[in-house]
């Protein structure tokens, strides 16, 4: 099955280490997407405002401000209400599942995240463009 393109999209990856976040970013790149960078949850937030991203792939543990309050802060603000948040954590246990659903995140990635993850998020984003 062919991958769908990310062309036109605006993918914001928030990620705390380094090598990790560049990966996940260029994998996105090599779909289309162009994609922007934070290394907290606070600087995600400013990038959130300033760009407006229709999808967040989001570390959960992180300095500063994690993954958990920045899901919250994002849902509580209506302007974000259909940008697609995706957690990406090393944790897979049903427990923590369970804190990202209730955060507020709509989906759940383990890394190391791969192409096959990434082109399910890809054919989920196959309709309209998500990016504003």
């Not at 991958?3 to 993918?11: A, D, M, Q, V």
């Not at 990966?23 to 606070?42: E, K, T």
């Not at 992180?62 to 958990?68: A, E, I, N, R």
């Not at 957690?87 to 209730?102: G, Q």
Request: proline share 5%.
């Amino acid at each position: 099955m062919t991958t769908p393109s990310l062309s036109g999209h605006l993918i914001l990856v928030i990620e705390d280490h380094d090598d990790t976040r560049e990966a996940l970013a260029l994998l996105l790149a090599s779909l289309g997407a162009r994609v922007l960078q934070a290394a907290d949850g606070r600087a995600g937030l400013a990038q959130l405002a300033r760009e407006r991203p229709g999808v967040i792939f989001c570390d959960i543990m992180m300095p500063v401000m994690d993954g958990f309050e920045f899901a919250r802060r994002v849902r509580r603000n209506p302007a974000y209400h259909t940008t697609l948040l995706i957690a990406v954590t090393a944790h897979d246990s049903p427990d923590f599942l369970r804190k990202t659903w209730l955060a507020g995140f709509d989906g759940h990635m383990v890394k190391p995240v791969t192409g096959d993850d990434l082109a399910s998020i890809a054919r989920r984003l196959a309709g309209p463009t998500v990016a504003q």
